[in-house]
């Protein structure tokens, strides 16, 4: 490809929008353009990357068994209403009527097509293991679409779908999609963790994120210090800190005016912050009212509180509604908190401790020496609380690090929710009618481009991985008007394409130093300059974009050199 006839506009001006390094990128290196707000074209650099990437995740696909296929974008509502998910999805879904006035969406997902297609064909047992995936458009209607690619409102996911006879089937298709996932970011050139995540209602350890580090994500993780266990923030399990052993003091009530919050607690009776509780109080969808305690230094995880109680949504409880069940927002503890009207978790930590302070549930009054097991009475112990820096890994004990990340892909154990659903079930070895066992595996495609570029730039633009760089190397005229250069690099052109090297010949008469920079912005991972000491002295100059190293070749040696260096990046 010659880059003058390459449809790669540069930008000098990056819109305001753009507020990390990937969108801002992609806008000025000519890889992107905005049509509507989280919808946008790719230009040629980008496709190609896209491309790339969309080839090695076929590879690795194909390789764990997969077969692709392409399902519609367009969905009828029928399916969405049978799974149940056409009000769940909600506003998040594009939603439209054909002429006729029947309902359908641009799909976000394909768990009910594919379910559909499946329920219609597969009989036998001997038909399974299946793995179906497509590569294609996704649409979400996102409350806050940005970031450019990064959350988008129409964007590309890989999608794998596998049903199984039983769950150790689907223990097998995980394990593949999980190890090829592995193999997929690694030959992608990214620095990746799978992590454990929430999966919800469903439970257990049934679902990984892979997320590419990078502190721009939007996710937050914890990762162990030491060994390999990383998870979600959301879905870290944390075992009970039992507190130094202790002589039972009575329970005792003390005045503490206007003392709302924890430290003005502590700062007036002098106690140490691991010895109070905490009270967080949240109403769900269904307008119950939960009242979560947890130590006074730790937080609640509202993701565990949910799951604990079986709620959808949480919101901050109402204060009127709070003191209709006997709580007084401030001093607020479970004793004389009224049951009916009140579902009290208590975080496991909390039951271990001995001798605290907690609210009294009186205005202005607190109660020390407090024994949770002792005093709290009816209560749901579970463990509720958000992991912080510093916490022991629920794996090996090790402190843990909160880091941040971009979730690029998810592998995610469905069970039978939607074969059950949707009716779709098989005969097995003993001629018996059974639900098929399903997972879902996504890889956002786009969003894996933006964060190969998040992790990997630097003040002068883009520093592709060799794999998925829109072009392997780009080749420099330092004076496209001086036809001896042009020669020259017209041969190394040539010798590039017969070793099937991706290469772009800089061939536009713009001065070197805006070629220089274009390259350095666009990101091509090696540079070839061709100046006049090419031409006179046999000095052929390449250049490492990643690490800035320079190196003199010859024109006899430069074809092995550059396979080597290739082959290391
Ligand atoms: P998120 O939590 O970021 O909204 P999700 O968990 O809803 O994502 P999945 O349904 O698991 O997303 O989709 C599979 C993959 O598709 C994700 O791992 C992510 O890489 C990508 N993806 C999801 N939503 C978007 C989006 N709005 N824009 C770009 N990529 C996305
Ligand atoms: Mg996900």
């Given at each position: 490809m010659y880059a003058s006839?390459?449809?790669?506009?540069?930008?000098?001006?990056?819109?305001?929008?753009?507020?990390?390094?990937?969108h801002q990128l992609m806008l000025r290196a000519g890889f992107i353009r905005k049509a509507?707000?989280?919808v946008y074209t790719y230009l040629p650099l980008a496709w190609r990357t896209l491309r790339k990437i969309e080839a090695i995740i076929r590879e690795e696909m194909d390789a764990a068994d997969g077969q692709e296929i392409a399902m519609p974008i367009m969905q009828p509502s029928e399916l969405w209403k049978e799974s149940g998910r056409w009000e769940v999805f909600g506003e998040e879904m594009f939603k439209f009527n054909d002429r006729h006035g029947r309902e359908f969406c641009l799909g976000p997902t394909?768990?009910?097509?594919?379910t559909d297609l499946v329920r219609n064909e597969v009989r036998s047992y001997k038909q399974l293991p299946l793995l179906l995936y497509q590569i294609q458009n996704k649409y979400r209607d996102e409350i806050r679409p940005r970031f450019g690619l990064m959350r988008g409102r129409e964007f590309i996911m890989k999608d794998l779908y596998s049903f199984d006879k039983d769950e150790a089937g689907l223990d097998v298709s995980y394990k593949k999609m999980y190890d090829a996932y592995t193999k997929i970011f690694t030959r992608c050139g990214l620095t990746f963790r799978p992590v454990e995540a929430d999966s919800g209602a469903i439970g257990g350890s049934n679902t990984h994120e892979f997320t590419a580090l990078a502190d721009t994500g939007e996710s937050e993780i914890a990762v162990c210090t030491k060994c390999d266990y990383a998870a979600n923030i959301e879905k870290a399990e944390l075992a009970v800190i039992n507190a130094p052993a202790e002589t039972e003091l009575p329970l005792q009530k003390i005045a503490t005016p206007d003392k709302k919050t924890i430290k003005a607690?502590?700062?007036?009776?002098?106690l140490p912050i691991e010895k109070t509780i905490k009270a967080v109080a949240f109403e769900d969808e269904k307008n119950r009212l939960i009242c979560a305690f947890v130590r006074g230094d730790h937080e609640v995880n509202e993701v565990k509180l949910q799951n604990a109680v079986g709620a959808v949504e949480l919101r901050m409880a109402d204060e009127q509604v709070i003191l209709a069940a006997g709580g007084v927002p401030g001093f607020m503890s479970p004793i004389g908190l009224n049951r009916k009207k009140a579902v009290v978790v208590v975080d496991c930590t909390v039951m271990a401790m001995k001798n605290t302070c907690c609210g009294a549930n009186e205005v202005d009054q607190h109660y020390i020496n407090a024994d949770p097991q002792r005093d709290f009475g009816d209560v749901l112990v579970k463990d509720i609380r958000l992991i912080k820096e510093g916490d022991p890994c629920p794996h090996c004990g090790a402190p843990v690090k909160i880091t941040r990340g971009i979730e690029i892909g998810q592998v995610f154990k469905l069970g039978i929710k939607y074969s059950q659903a949707l009716h779709a079930g098989f005969l097995d070895e003993n001629g018996r009618e059974k639900p098929l066992v399903m997972g879902c595996y996504g890889i956002g495609v786009s969003r894996t481009m933006a964060a190969a570029i998040e992790q990997s730039h630097d003040d002068n633009g883009i520093i592709w991985p060799k794999a998925i760089a829109p072009y392997e190397v780009v080749i420099v005229p330092v004076n496209a008007k001086d036809s001896a250069q042009m020669e020259l690099a017209e041969i190394i052109y040539g010798v590039m394409r017969k070793n099937k090297i991706d290469v772009l010949l800089d061939d536009r008469k713009e001065r070197a130093g805006v070629k220089f920079k274009d390259a350095d912005l666009i990101g091509y991972p090696i540079r070839i300059t061709i100046g006049p000491k090419a031409v006179k002295e046999d000095i052929i100059e390449v250049k490492v974009r990643k690490t800035g190293e320079l190196f003199n070749f010859s024109k006899?040696?430069?074809?092995?050199k550059l396979k080597q260096i290739l082959q290391k990046l």
């Open positions: 006839k390459l449809y790669a506009p540069t930008l000098r001006e990056v819109p305001a929008e753009a507020e990390i390094p990937s509507a707000g989280g394909h768990e009910e097509i594919i607690v502590i700062d007036q009776l002098g006899t040696d430069y074809e092995e």
